[in-house]
C-alpha cells in the first residue's frame, strides 16, 4: 500500500485518495515531513539527536519511540512502510511517493508543467527548522529553473504573452534574482509592453537597493538601455534568455 506525502505547501498525507490526520505537534509532523524528505533507514541515535537536541540521550531515545510508535498508528494499514528496529528508523523506498521527489523527477524527464503543477506553495511553508528553510531554499531555485525553461520554450514557439506569463510567476518566486527580472524585462519588451518592462526594472531596482544595498548589475542596466532604445530585439544579446 502506497502512501502520498506532500511537502510542497502544507504537509499532507494521503493513502488510497484519503487524507489522514496528521499527527499532532509540532515535533513529530516535522520527523514525518524529515523521514519522507530522507527516505530510507537513519540511526535511531542521530534522529534522537536531531529532534530531541536538549535533553539526555535516553530521553531523546525514549521520545523518538512514542513518536515511531505515533507514527504507526498514523499510517495505519500503511505502517509497514515506517520501518523501526533497535538500530534504525525510516521510510522504505517503493512504499511512500512524495510529491517533492515526483517533482524533481517530472523535471529531470522534461515534464515541466506537470512538474509545477505538484507545487501548492512553499515547502512546509507551516515548519520554521533550520533544515526546512534550506530545503525550501533550493526547491524555490529549483522551481524558478523550470518557470524559466517553460517561458523560454513559449518564447521559442513565439507566444510571447505566455512567456511573460511565466517569467512574471519566476520573478515574483525570486524577487532578488536578477536573471529572473532579466528575463521578465525582455519577455515583456518583446511582446510590446517598455513601458511593464521599465515597471518591472524600476521595482528590482527599489529591491535591490532597500533589501541588499546594491544597485542592478550592468547587465541589466544594458538591457534596460536596449528597451528604451526600442530595441528589444537587441535584448537577449544582455543574457537574458534565447529568442
Request: charged share 25%.
Amino acid at each position: 500500500m502506497i502512501v502520498h506525502i506532500c511537502l510542497l505547501g502544507t504537509l499532507e498525507v494521503y493513502r488510497e485518495g484519503s487524507k489522514l490526520a496528521l499527527p499532532p505537534g509540532t515535533r513529530l509532523r516535522t520527523l514525518l515531513a524529515w523521514l519522507a524528505l530522507y527516505p530510507g533507514p537513519h540511526p535511531r541515535a542521530r534522529l534522537a539527536a536531531r529532534f530531541w537536541p536538549d535533553v539526555p540521550d535516553s530521553s531523546a531515545r525514549a521520545s523518538l519511540r512514542s513518536a515511531v510508535w505515533t507514527l504507526r498508528v498514523t499510517l495505519g494499514p500503511a505502517s509497514a512502510c515506517l520501518a523501526a528496529d533497535r538500530a534504525w528508523v525510516g521510510l522504505r523506498d517503493g512504499c511512500v511517493r512524495v510529491d517533492l521527489h515526483e517533482f524533481s523527477e517530472l523535471a529531470a524527464a522534461g515534464r515541466l508543467h506537470e512538474a509545477v503543477a505538484l507545487c501548492r506553495g512553499e515547502l512546509l511553508h507551516e515548519l520554521d527548522d533550520d533544515w526546512v528553510y534550506e530545503e525550501r531554499e533550493a526547491h524555490a531555485e529549483r522551481l524558478a529553473g523550470v518557470l524559466g525553461q517553460i517561458a523560454a520554450q513559449a518564447g521559442a514557439a513565439g507566444d510571447t504573452r505566455t512567456a511573460t506569463a511565466w517569467a512574471r510567476r519566476r520573478a515574483a518566486l525570486r524577487p532578488l534574482d536578477e536573471q529572473a527580472a532579466q528575463d521578465l524585462i525582455h519577455w515583456l519588451a518583446r511582446a510590446g509592453d517598455a513601458p511593464g518592462a521599465l515597471v518591472a526594472y524600476g521595482r528590482l531596482r527599489a529591491r535591490l537597493r532597500d533589501e541588499l544595498g546594491v544597485p542592478p548589475s550592468p547587465q541589466t542596466r544594458q538591457l534596460v538601455s536596449l528597451v528604451r532604445a526600442g530595441q528589444a530585439g537587441r535584448a537577449r544579446r544582455t543574457g537574458g534568455p534565447p529568442d
